[in-house]
């Protein structure tokens, strides 16, 4: 467990609001080794692209063993800290969800508190339970695991608008009273919002990069410690295959015009 513990204070020391990690997330080993190989400095998985590439659904349908093991795939490619994103646990209990995350290699790991089926939001004393569980099987297997608590509450629409971001802090310092490192307001776009959320729960907070959102350099100034890309990688890779192949398709060329041959 010595590496792996190594792995996890690594992880945690990267979360610095002001100065975030850059987490763009990673589907196989190809695409975990391309984060690194651009400087980046961890490895983040997201549930819907390793679903898609193995071609399940997103919303907790990949078998639990097909998700680990493409999670110990891509941990085994790299030499840095990954971290796991996992939907709600698949339904294992706090204990085999750690033995499980240790032994593929992973340190952190990604808990949302919606049901991933319905999207509808679990209680919150009931997310903080589970939460509070993670910690202490993690505790108990000796090594620090990183926790990222995931709010849904602006994702499922959650309430009033005018309400949401209160209750998204609200849940954020329950979770982290419970032992979550770091909180994930996904889908908190608004720079203002950002900024008091930030304020209030004074503990590092990841926010998805997406179109809408504020940059990466604004993010920082706002304090963010933790900037995620989601699928929008897997989905970009998607596009440019679908567009190549229409290319193919209407070109008896040897390779389409304008597309550059391996």
């Known amino acids: 467990m010595t590496e792996l513990s190594r792995r996890a204070a690594a992880l945690r020391a990267l979360h610095r609001p002001g100065d975030p990690l850059i987490l763009p997330n990673a589907w196989d080993p190809g695409s975990a080794r391309a984060v690194i190989a651009a400087g980046f400095p961890a490895v983040a998985t997201s549930s819907a692209a390793v679903a898609e590439a193995l071609g399940h659904a997103d919303g907790e349908a990949t078998p639990v ?67 509070a569980g993670i910690r202490a099987a993690a505790a108990a297997a000796g090594v620090d695991l990183v926790l990222n608590a995931r709010v849904d509450v602006h994702l499922r629409a959650y309430g009033p608008a005018e309400g949401r971001l209160v209750e998204a802090v609200r849940r954020a310092r ?40 504020p940059a990466p350099a604004e993010l920082a100034a706002l304090g963010v410690a933790r900037i995620s890309y989601g699928s929008s990688l897997y989905a970009a890779a998607r596009a440019r295959m679908v567009g190549m192949l229409a290319a193919i398709q209407a070109s008896d060329e040897a390779f389409p015009t304008g597309e550059e041959a391996p």
């Open 65 to 131: 063993a097909e998700m680990f093991a493409a999670v110990a795939r891509i941990a085994a490619a790299v030499a840095v800290p990954v971290t796991a994103d996992l939907e709600r646990g698949y339904g294992l209990r706090p204990a085999e969800l750690v033995e499980r995350l240790l032994a593929a290699g992973a340190v952190g790991c990604n808990i949302e508190d919606s049901d991933p089926r319905t999207g509808a939001l679990h209680d919150v004393e009931e997310q903080a339970e589970l939460l």
């Open 174 to 213: 329950r979770y982290l009273a419970a032992g979550a490192d770091c909180v994930y307001p996904i889908l908190l776009a608004d720079p203002e919002e950002i900024r008091t959320l930030v304020a209030e729960v004074e503990a590092p907070v990841n926010v998805l990069a997406r179109p809408g959102a």
